[in-house]
C-alpha cells in the first residue's frame, strides 16, 4: 500500500464507494419495502441471501404471515377436541395398598435376564433386581419412600426393545401394580 497502513481490505471488498457501487453489496431497506435499482442489478437474477460488507450487521428475517383460519385435518370433527388416551402401559398402573411393586411382562420373555428397580431418587444405584416368574409376572418388596425408576434388562450382550423403554414411579405409603412392559424385539450380538 502506498500510505504505509498495514490494512488491506479483504479480497473484493474493494473501497466503500466501490462497494456501494457494486450490485452484489446492494442490501434491501430493512423496512422490508422493496428496493428498484435501475442499475445493473437488475440484469443479475435475485439471490435469496447476500453477504454483508464487512462491519455490517444485517437483522434476520422477522416472523411471515400468520393465517387466522383454524387447522383443518381431514377426517376430524370440528367439535370439541378429545381428551388424550394414555398408552396401555401408563392406564394399566394403580396404586394399591398391597406391599409391593408388581408388573407383568408381555411378548417373547426369552431374551429378559433381569427386571431392575433403580433408586431412591438414583438412576444409577440399583435397588433391586429379581427375576421373572414363568408367566411373565415380578414384584419387588415396596422400597422407602423416593422416586424409583424400572427397566427391563437383557441376557448378555442383548439389548431389549421393550413399551414403555423404563417406568417411573415416585413411591408413598402404598405400593404399586400394573407396572406392565412389552418385549417388542430383541437385538443379539
Given at each position: 500500500m502506498a500510505d504505509g497502513s498495514s490494512f488491506m481490505p479483504p479480497l473484493?471488498?474493494?473501497?466503500?464507494?466501490e462497494r456501494a457501487a457494486s450490485p452484489i453489496a446492494t442490501?434491501?431497506?430493512?423496512s422490508g419495502e422493496r428496493h428498484q435499482d435501475t442499475g445493473t442489478a437488475s440484469q443479475t437474477p435475485p439471490l435469496s441471501?447476500?453477504?454483508?460488507?464487512?462491519?455490517?450487521?444485517?437483522?434476520?428475517?422477522?416472523?411471515?404471515p400468520v393465517n387466522e383460519k383454524p387447522l383443518k385435518i381431514p377426517g376430524s370433527s370440528p367439535s370439541a377436541p378429545s381428551p388424550a388416551k394414555l398408552p396401555p402401559e401408563v392406564a394399566s398402573l394403580e396404586e394399591v395398598t398391597r406391599e409391593l411393586l408388581s408388573g407383568r411382562v408381555a411378548g417373547d420373555t426369552s431374551n429378559v435376564a433381569w427386571v431392575v428397580l433403580f433408586g431412591p431418587n438414583s438412576l444409577t444405584s440399583v435397588r433391586e433386581q429379581v427375576l421373572l416368574a414363568p408367566?411373565?409376572?415380578?414384584?419387588f418388596k415396596l422400597p422407602p419412600q423416593g422416586k424409583y425408576r424400572i427397566i427391563l434388562v437383557g441376557k448378555q450382550g442383548t439389548t431389549l426393545v421393550t413399551r414403555p423403554r423404563f417406568q417411573s414411579l415416585e413411591v408413598g405409603e402404598y405400593g404399586f401394580a400394573g407396572i406392565d412392559f412389552k418385549v417388542v424385539g430383541a437385538i443379539a450380538p
Open positions: 473484493g471488498a474493494g473501497s466503500p464507494a442490501v434491501p431497506p430493512p441471501a447476500q453477504a454483508s460488507p464487512p462491519g455490517m450487521v444485517s437483522e434476520p428475517p422477522g416472523p411471515g408367566d411373565g409376572s415380578f414384584s
